[in-house]
């Protein structure tokens, strides 16, 4: 059985970029969560001496291709949900214990 190599998540709370006027430049309503690599778990296990909150944001910031700026805006439910995906990819548990 092959494993999807990308998943892609419809946001519970679309994120709204802004420029800094106040204009939405851009709506965020879903994120595709790819496999990671090598580099991205080497990323993610740096990210965890900063703390759990660190390597959760990098985990998903890798895993949807998505600057650090634009995960500050998720919502924590979708925040919680994209965790559980990325973490599947890697064999279901997040790198900071929170399932």
Same mark, same amino acid.
């Given at each position: 059985?092959?494993?999807?190599?990308?998943?892609?998540?419809?946001?519970?709370?679309?994120?709204?970029?802004?420029?800094?006027?106040?204009?939405?430049?851009?709506?965020?309503?879903?994120?595709t969560?790819?496999? +990671?690599? #090598?580099? &991205?778990?080497?990323?993610?296990?740096n990210?965890? @001496?900063?703390?759990? /909150?660190? !390597?959760i944001a990098v985990?998903?910031?890798?895993?949807a291709?998505?600057?650090?700026?634009?995960?500050d805006? +998720?919502? #924590?439910? &979708?925040?919680?949900?994209?965790?559980?995906?990325? @973490?599947?990819?890697? /064999?279901? !548990?997040?790198?900071?214990?929170?399932?």
């Amino acid at each position: 059985m092959t494993q999807a190599t990308e998943i892609t998540v419809t946001l519970k709370y679309p994120v709204e970029l802004k420029n800094s006027e106040g204009t939405t430049i851009e709506k965020i309503e879903a994120l595709t969560l790819r496999r +990671l690599k #090598g580099k &991205d778990m080497r990323a993610i296990a740096n990210a965890s @001496a900063k703390g759990q /909150g660190e !390597a959760i944001a990098v985990l998903i910031c890798r895993s949807a291709q998505i600057p650090p700026a634009t995960f500050d805006e +998720l919502d #924590g439910a &979708d925040v919680t949900e994209l965790g559980m995906v990325a @973490a599947d990819f890697i /064999g279901g !548990a997040l790198p900071t214990g929170v399932t």
